[in-house]
């Protein structure tokens, strides 16, 4: 398997990323949503991720959405939409927006599509 690509992002408190030097556990499990639909999924999972980051204390897990690249005016307004949509300030926390080139990181990983 490939490495994790580095890339850059902002966490919903707005605390910036480079990754995945900044992964802050020993084990780190990445879940990245393409498109929104995808969310549904991850969603469904993640209480299973919480329960295991509580039980093993090296587990770190992370929801890295993924976007393509757009101005500050547009990321500006989707980052605000899913820190409304966030209540817990933990969940904000390890929820990094990406806004890049969407094709060239999915080769980068070889995701077929």
Known sequence: MPAFP?????NLEGRKFNLPGDFEGELNLAVVPFQRWHQDLVDGWVPYLKLL????PAFRFYEIPTLARMNTLYRWGIDSGMRAGIPDPR????????????EAYRRAREIPD
């Open 6 to 10: 580095k890339v850059s992002g902002s």
């Open 53 to 56: 980051a509580e039980k093993v």
């Open 91 to 102: 969940t904000r926390a390890i929820t990094i927006t990406l806004y890049l080139d969407k």
